[in-house]
């Protein structure tokens, strides 16, 4: 494995094919959030597939919890697909068929000489892509368990988020200093209509706006964000963004991803 690929120093942004053929990088997949990567053998190995499955029976909690989660193998997009679709994974599957991602990041299993997959490893990074855990499933006990992931990725939403201990906070602030949390050069900070900061994350919408200007509309009530105030502390900038208008007051009415059972509803 490349030395480089240690706990500290970012990841790199692979730029591959999912299974419908199209390109994605692991910044669009990840859109600023917790990833979870994992290079996985194939579909063909039995140790592979309950790894695999361990990871999809968390993939709710992970992606609602503002974090990401995606999967690299050897194979092609289509058997990927196939792959993907039978465990019922909820996230991205991409294929590194012409093993030029393994041999660039060095982490082929070059002792399988019939397959040539990847060494079964697992990488969690922040919200910047830096990784901040490795684990190397050769031996399937080298594979973090559910706890280990739940750990990690704890660690990072609270070094990132200051609303990690949110009464604290509110009772002394409201909201968190331009510099606190992720350390990036610009973050956007949302906050609800008397400045109780709620999520932070990486500003990547460009020039840094102009207050009272729009900048996205809220998932969950189609509200726009609109910038309240520019914080700066040093060289780091925080872009305050409260919602526009009032909320509809129907409390029964919910816009936001719900997850069901996949048996739909009866």
């Given at each position: 494995m490349r030395a480089d690929l240690v706990?500290?120093?970012p990841f790199p942004d692979l730029a591959l094919p999912e299974t419908t053929g199209r390109e994605l990088t692991l910044s669009r997949i990840a859109a600023g959030q917790p990833l979870v990567l994992l290079f996985v053998r194939g579909w063909w190995c039995p140790k592979e597939q309950i790894r695999v499955r361990n990871v999809v029976a968390m993939q709710d909690e992970i992606q609602r919890e503002y974090g990401a989660l995606a999967a690299v193998t050897v194979d092609e997009p289509y058997v990927n697909g196939a792959f993907r679709a039978g465990i019922g994974a909820d996230f991205p599957f991409l294929s590194d068929a012409a093993r030029a991602v393994a041999r660039e990041l060095d982490i082929l299993e070059v002792?399988?000489?019939k397959h040539r997959p990847f060494l079964p490893l697992?990488?969690?990074c922040d919200s910047r892509l830096v990784i901040r855990g490795v684990w190397n499933g050769f031996w399937f006990?080298?594979?973090?368990t559910p706890g280990e992931l739940r750990r990690t990725l704890r660690e990072i939403t609270r070094d990132e988020q200051p609303s990690y201990d949110p009464v604290s906070l509110w009772a002394e602030s409201g909201s968190g200093a331009p510099d606190a949390g992720i350390e990036a050069p610009v973050v956007w900070v949302r906050e609800d209509s008397s400045g109780h900061e709620l999520q932070r994350g990486v500003w990547g919408g460009g020039?840094?706006?102009a207050v009272g200007e729009r900048t996205t509309r809220s998932k969950v009530d189609g509200r726009w964000w609109r910038v309240e105030e520019i914080r700066r502390a040093g060289d780091r900038v925080a872009i305050?963004?409260?919602k526009e208008g009032e909320p509809d007051g129907d409390p029964h009415l919910v816009r936001h991803r719900m997850t069901v059972p996949r048996g739909g509803l009866t």
């Open positions: 706990p500290g120093n002792t399988d000489e697992t990488f969690v006990w080298g594979n973090p020039e840094v706006p305050h963004l409260r």
